[in-house]
């Protein structure tokens, strides 16, 4: 095993242990705030995405730990009876039948990238939510997040979409919820 695929998987294995703290709280709070929903359709998009890498023998790892966890968090959510469907909910929904259609069509390829924007543009509105109120204990969830994204980066062997997209994608996305986290609370519209 060379220091890449390590890499890798450390990257994949800290983003399936950062949920740990997440699934903790979700019991603690009984999920409060939270949706089976918007988190089952996150953890389809991160499926997809692993199954898109894994085709294109890519760096899956990550995506593989997301949609684990994802589906982790989702199930907890479900037995908890956390479930609403709003518009949120709906645009996710199109954005995981608009990257099936992507990979049916375009390939393994342009599907990893179809997904990965989907799942960063999910993530917008619990950036513009973390502004409005900012959570410093949740920074450190998102630190971990962080921190596996760029373990998995560096673990890519190439500069390729397959390689470096999703880990460099989810570092900034994931790096901007940390700022979030720690900002003092602003009046965001």
Known sequence: MNVHEILKLAGGGLALVMYLPMIVEIIRSRGAGQS???WGLWAVLDAILTITLWQQHGNYFLSLGFAVGGIALAVVLLAKGCWSWGKFE???ALMVVASVAVW???GPRNATIAVTTAVVIAGVPGFVEMLRAPQPA????WAGFTLA???AFFGGTAMTV???LV???FTVICALMVVACWCPQKNVR
Not at 138 to 141: F, H, M, N
């Open 36 to 38: 089976f929903a918007t």
């Open 90 to 92: 709906t645009i996710i």
């Open 104 to 106: 049916k069509f375009s």
């Open 138 to 141: 949740a920074g450190k969830v």
């Open 149 to 151: 994204n760029l373990l």
């Open 162 to 164: 397959e390689e470096r």
């Open 167 to 169: 880990p460099a994608a």
